[in-house]
């Protein structure tokens, strides 16, 4: 199955594969866009995707972004390592169509397996899914290069094409940005490849703690509530509580609470619970039951549900693979 969402260039409907709403939003009634933007965010504002992303880009000269599944916009526009081809183009509403329209296909074909794809001007751009199990979160995406060196011929087909998008550009200055893209050979193509699906099985494995514990620039209420959700997450918390703990109503609370942070109250403290069972799980001398209790939740059952909705497998398998590592 797939989920379609509605393009905001051209009016039009495209169909991307979204696990996540189907299982997640579905049960919990949430929405699915602002919880994948939501965890993106944190997880490109975290130290450690800022550092690989420091790391990669110096490495390979190449430009690299964390997108949602749920996008509809260029990448690598304005970011370190783009293109100056690209950059150039930009500039023209008919060529970013084309270069949106290729990041969508791209993104479609790499809903399993890191991908790579040639734009119409003949450069590469590669991806791979980001998940969290079954879950797609987004997709690390590189590119903007070349697979082999381009020859006159192929450049004035570019020209050509260029001038049916309606860029008014100097030709010089076009030519040389275009001859000055990065070339990349097959064997590098495919280390970036695997350097990028490395890097996502370890953002997907850190999503949850990263998404838990973001900086953004929170407000002081939302900061003070979350510090008391973790203070308090092993007792019978409500929302009332934590509203009461800030001074709100629980009304404007809920309301403040899912807008910022991007899921409502009881995911929120789902996750956190989710988060510090995965700790005690470490422990072999503690029962399954034992941890459930001690992190908040009411009844096994319930644990065992949620801890798989969140992390697409049971605390028992879970635990299992870490003592195997």
């Not at 192929?154 to 100097?170: H, S």
């Not at 009461?244 to 403040?256: A, L, Q």
Request: proline share 4%; aromatic share 10%; net charge positive.
């Amino acid at each position: 199955m797939e989920t379609k969402f509605v393009s905001q260039h051209n009016g039009g409907e495209s169909s991307v594969p979204n696990l996540f709403s189907q299982t997640y939003a579905a049960d919990n009634g949430i929405d699915t866009g602002n919880v994948n933007r939501a965890l993106v965010n944190a997880l490109t504002n975290s130290k450690i995707y800022r550092d690989y992303n420091r790391a990669f880009s110096d490495l390979t000269e190449l430009p690299l972004a964390l997108q949602p599944v749920e996008t509809w916009q260029l990448p690598h526009h304005g970011h370190q390592n783009e293109n100056p081809f690209c950059a150039l183009i930009s500039r023209a509403s008919h060529a970013c169509a084309a270069c949106l329209q290729t990041q969508e296909r791209l993104c479609a074909k790499a809903f399993r397996s890191p991908q790579a794809i040639i734009c119409p001007a003949g450069l590469c751009d590669i991806a791979t899914p980001v998940r969290m199990s079954d879950h797609l979160i987004g997709y690390l995406q590189s590119g903007q290069f070349f697979k082999k060196k381009p020859d006159r011929k192929q450049f004035e087909r570019v020209v050509r094409l260029v001038a049916g998008w309606g860029l008014d550009t100097n030709r010089r200055k076009l030519k040389e940005a275009y001859f000055s893209t990065k070339v990349v050979s097959a064997k590098h193509q495919k280390s970036a490849l695997k350097l990028l699906s490395i890097f996502a099985q370890q953002l997907a494995e850190l999503s949850n703690q990263v998404f838990i514990e973001q900086e953004n620039a929170e407000s002081p209420i939302i900061r003070r509530a979350k510090e008391f959700i973790h203070e308090h997450q092993g007792e019978r918390l409500t929302l009332g509580q934590v509203a009461r703990s800030v001074n709100m109503s629980t009304f404007y609370f809920c309301k403040m609470f899912k807008r910022i942070i991007g899921i409502n109250f009881t995911n929120y403290l789902s996750r956190v619970r989710v988060e510090k069972s995965k700790n005690l799980l470490l422990n072999p001398n503690l029962r399954v039951s034992e941890i459930a209790f001690e992190v908040g939740f009411q009844s096994l059952t319930h644990f065992n549900r949620v801890f798989k909705k969140i992390l697409g497998q049971s605390p028992t398998r879970y635990r299992a693979q870490l003592l195997m590592r």
